[in-house]
């Protein structure tokens, strides 16, 4: 475990930006990923985030014509500076922006505060301060120390967020090794399995079509199924049409938007898995199912 002094310098004097929570949230990844911090004069090493960040000020106009003012978006840019004896420093630049919504709702009496912009919104953008977090972290610490991350108590709104960018950084270097670790999120319902299959689908990590064959005779199933019907389809394997056809059976409300498109999708998986083309009765498929056996 080493030791870290984490040193916030915001080099802008716009509104509201000091509750912007560089600091709070760096010492906490660094906590999680083993680090300990302490005073300047005790550390192993120094991070030190210069910012530049803007809390963007939004006109919106109510169905009445009333026009009010919110802060709905922000930038956040800055630069990670990592300093110790034993290597040259170390330079990580992060850049993002958070788009205002198109509709906000107006409160009664509410004064526009910049200090309750979406900041922790921008900090999870790619490229931004979660990203550049990951690539400091990547060049400091083992890969194995990296990945236990992954499965650490972030269950906070700000913790899932960074969550989410820890795990587009795992997906975005390819790093396979993290599959059981996913695994582990999506079977506890951490992450959908819209964040988790289709990664675990394109590494072709087993466990994951073993998911979807469950899930489909789950009563806990997702609202969407359409990224588990494509695992079926990516592994192509005969195992899943037993689920598949069972889940046929299920679909009670052909006129539901939601039941016809799940339907076609496990048509679809169906003819091509199998590469035939039965109709859309469960009764025919079970019979040629039965008939290969």
Not at 52 to 68: G, S, V
Not at 258 to 268: N, V
Request: hydrophobic share 40%.
């Amino acid at each position: 475990m080493g030791t870290v002094f984490v040193a916030h310098i915001e080099e802008t004097s716009n509104p509201g930006v000091h509750a912007a929570p560089y600091k709070p949230m760096a010492e906490r990844i660094l906590e999680q990923a083993g680090f300990r911090v302490v005073q300047e004069d005790r550390a192993e090493f120094h991070l030190i985030i210069r910012t530049r960040t803007e809390a963007l000020k939004i006109r919106y106009i109510t169905r009445d014509r009333e026009m009010f003012y919110s802060y709905k978006g922000v930038r956040s840019a800055g630069t990670l500076e990592v300093i110790t004896t034993a290597r040259e420093p170390m330079f990580v630049h992060f850049s993002s922006e958070k788009d205002p919504p198109i509709f906000a709702k107006k409160w009664d009496d509410e004064e526009p505060d910049p200090a309750l912009a979406p900041y922790g919104d921008a900090f999870e953008l790619p490229g931004g301060f979660y990203d550049a977090m990951n690539a400091l972290l990547l060049e400091q610490i083992s890969q194995d120390r990296f990945l236990r991350m992954v499965n650490l108590p972030f269950k906070d709104f700000n913790g899932l967020d960074y969550k989410g960018s820890l795990i587009r950084s795992l997906h975005e270097r390819g790093i396979t090794a993290a599959s059981p670790q996913l695994m582990r999120l999506l079977s506890d319902n951490e992450f959908s399995c819209g964040t988790i299959c289709p990664i675990l689908t394109e590494w072709k990590y087993e466990p994951v079509l073993d998911y979807a064959i469950a899930i489909l005779g789950s009563e806990k199933k997702p609202y969407d199924l359409e990224p588990v019907f494509e695992t079926h389809v990516q592994f192509r394997q005969r195992r899943s049409i037993p689920s598949l056809i069972a889940f046929l059976r299920t679909v009670s409300n052909p006129k539901s938007d939601r039941d016809s498109k799940h339907r076609k999708l496990a048509l679809r998986a169906l003819r091509e898995i199998s590469g035939q083309d039965l109709g859309e009765e469960p009764s025919a498929w079970a019979e040629w199912f039965k008939a290969q056996h």
